[in-house]
């Protein structure tokens, strides 16, 4: 993976000694609350409903065992022994202190991390796939480029005061895993008729209170002009998007007002000035970038393991979990193990320092020393050897995070909702939780089939409900929560914008709609293959009205 | 019946302004206003208390009286006053006894 070269240990090291500074300055009273707030939000930290918040980032969802050691530490020393695993595949510690964040942020620049664009309105962490660099149907690893656009955004001068924040992701694979059509500037890596790797870019997708699927600029964006046409872009929407109106200020809504061609047009234009200077990407440096992210030496072994055979046969668990949590990788005899931070009636996301420990223990052990953290708030050992599964499965069981349930009902993102976010207007977690419990034995997840439930607690949508198979939006309704249902959402290749079905559910009767809605799912669903969302796109949603609401509604 | 909330500064813990200007962390030990002025004057109190660097951020919220306590109306604030309903072992709730 990538290692600090002396610009960054040095950049971060001087970020880290200006905050010391300025808490020490805000508690010593010379920087009042307005002037101290936007320099703590720099680095990541945020005032919640309960303390503050410390979010810190996790580039392109990438850590290794010493890493996520120290995240364990510091969850240890100087949290409540827990962390929060966010979807921009960040780190979230919800009870530090202001007085420690200094000594918590050198802790992190020993190891090489920090929480710098974590919030504001810049460029935040770039995501990529979680199964970057492993997977079977990927074109290249995403990484690199992430890599790459992680230094030239790092405290970019002329994106430091952006009209909002802004967002990209990245994936090396046609299957989008990174959920690239929602987010400000989505890349999807591609390869030309020369073989020439290069980039699908879309531009303008988004949750939030408005949301909507990317426009692509681009079919095929040659490598070397990756920074210079991002350049562009961010160009083009520092000067033209508004800035009159937090609820209008993203790349969207210029999108959308401006029209897709106009806008365009401008791009083109801006990256006309610039193509040829100091952001063409010379091709010695990429190549010098990507000899970072070189794959661990695996040995190619037999496709089949006897031992995980066997092992299935006799225990209906481990067979659940093989079935769930694997991801085809790219060297036979391997694959990718998603362990599920979603145990059964669980928080979603949420590790202990003694989990994080344990996952820094098996990735040195059987991962080759990688860790991923997905958007979809699970963790995953991408380079694993097929005959260490019955090993590696036992070892989660007791520390756990053995569910089998990746990809399945049970697998939900929650944001976190108002038991701890400032924002929110509803409670996220409970929800989650009620239905993990309601669909969480093994045969009914087994039988629904693939089913993602996303849950936000406002209109924010950091638990990406808009793209949920079934989103749960939650409000408040007469100082009562109340909760908003969506269907045919999805954050795949094929995107779409999930459909509000119809009146809300109060928190009491929420948990009965959805099974209302599985069972419509399963009642008409034309077999085992046809995915609740498969079906959804096929009838439409009169079928699920009419079992939520009855005849006319 | 109104109170004023806000957050500690040095560790973000939620506090309500108590008798005589000082900030207490239990709602129960709140000091009520009622009435435009008298909250006013509170928050002008607790405007210096942000001045003296010993809060953030300080409203004004609604209370009521349950049992012979004071409880906020809100669910928001329900939760501020006690700590996230998903961890019980976490928060003001985890420690029934201290101020």
């Known amino acids: 993976m990538y290692r600090y070269d002396e610009f960054d240990h040095s950049f971060v090291n001087q970020r880290t000694e200006q905050f010391k500074d300025q808490v020490r300055r805000r508690l010593a009273g010379e920087l009042s609350e307005d002037e101290f707030k936007p320099l703590r939000l720099m680095n990541g930290l945020y005032l919640q409903l309960h303390a503050y918040m410390l979010r810190v980032a996790i580039p392109y969802g990438t850590l290794n065992s010493r890493q996520m050691r120290k995240l364990a530490h510091i969850a240890r020393t100087y949290d409540r022994s827990y962390g929060h695993f966010t979807t921009r595949q960040n780190i979230q510690f919800n009870w530090p202190k202001l007085e420690d964040t200094p000594a918590i942020l050198e802790e992190l620049a020993e190891v090489e991390m920090h929480a710098i664009q974590t919030s504001g309105n810049c460029i935040r962490n770039v995501t990529a796939d979680h199964f970057a660099g492993a997977a079977a149907d990927e074109i290249a690893d995403p990484r690199p480029y992430a890599e790459i656009l992680r230094q030239w955004s790092s405290l970019h001068p002329e994106f430091s005061f952006l009209p909002r924040k802004f967002k990209i992701a990245i994936t090396g694979a046609p299957n989008d895993r990174a959920a690239v059509q929602v987010h400000d500037i989505g890349l999807q890596l591609a390869r030309n008729e020369a073989g020439e790797i290069g980039f699908v870019v879309y531009v303008g997708g988004g949750l939030g209170r408005t949301p909507m699927i990317g426009r692509k600029v681009r079919d095929f964006l040659p490598e070397e002009d990756l920074l210079a046409y991002s350049e562009a872009i961010l160009r083009v929407y520092n000067r033209y998007g508004r800035r009159d109106n937090k609820y209008k200020a993203r790349i969207k809504i210029l999108v959308h007002e401006t029209g897709l061609d106009e806008l365009k047009a401008d791009i083109e234009a801006e990256f006309e000035k610039i193509r040829h200077g100091v952001l063409r990407l010379p091709d010695e440096e990429v190549r010098r970038i990507e000899a970072y992210f070189a794959p661990p030496p695996l040995e190619v072994l037999a496709p089949v393991s006897d031992k995980v055979e066997a092992r299935t046969a006799a225990d209906p668990a481990f067979a659940q979990f093989i079935a769930h949590n694997l991801n085809p990788h790219r060297v036979p005899g391997h694959t990718s193990v998603t362990l599920s931070m979603k145990p059964i009636g669980g928080i979603p996301g949420d590790a202990s320092d003694v989990q994080m420990d344990v996952i820094a223990d098996l990735a040195a052990t059987y991962g080759h020393d990688e860790i991923r953290i997905s958007h979809e708030q699970n963790v995953i050992l991408p380079h694993v050897k097929l005959d260490d599964l019955p090993a590696l499965f036992d070892r989660l069981v007791a520390a756990g995070i053995a569910e089998g349930n990746a990809g399945l009902i049970t697998d939900i993102i929650a944001c976190p909702g108002m038991d701890y976010c400032a924002l929110a207007t509803a409670r996220s977690i409970p929800v989650a939780q009620r239905i993990s419990d309601r669909f969480g034995t093994p045969d009914r997840q087994a039988e629904i089939g693939e089913l993602k439930i996303k849950i936000s607690g406002c209109i924010n949508a950091c638990g990406h409900h808009h793209v949920g198979h079934i989103g749960i939006l939650g409000l408040e309704k007469k100082g009562e929560e109340f909760y908003q249902i969506t269907l045919g959402g999805s954050a795949n290749e094929n995107a779409s914008i999930g459909e509000i079905v119809g009146r809300g559910f109060s928190s009491d009767d929420v948990v009965d709609a959805i099974e209302t809605l599985v069972d419509t799912y399963l009642g008409l669903r034309v077999g085992r293959e046809e995915t609740f969302l498969d079906a959804y796109r096929r009838v439409g949603d009169a079928p699920f009205k009419e079992a939520l609401y009855g005849t006319g509604a | ?99």
């Not at chain 2, 998903?86 to 101020?99: E, N, W």
């Open chain 2, 1 to 99: 019946m109104k109170v004023i909330t806000a957050n500690r500064l040095l560790d973000g813990e939620v506090v309500w302004l108590g008798d005589g200007g000082t900030w207490v962390e239990r709602v129960a030990r709140a000091a009520v206003f009622d009435g435009k002025d008298a909250v006013a004057a509170a928050l002008q109190v607790a405007d210096q208390a942000v001045a003296d660097q010993k809060i953030v951020g300080p409203y004004e919220m609604d209370v009521t009286e349950e049992d012979g306590r004071l409880v906020p109306v809100r669910l928001r604030e329900r939760i501020r006053a006690t700590g996230p309903t998903t961890h019980p072992d976490l928060g003001k709730q985890a420690h029934p006894v201290s101020i």
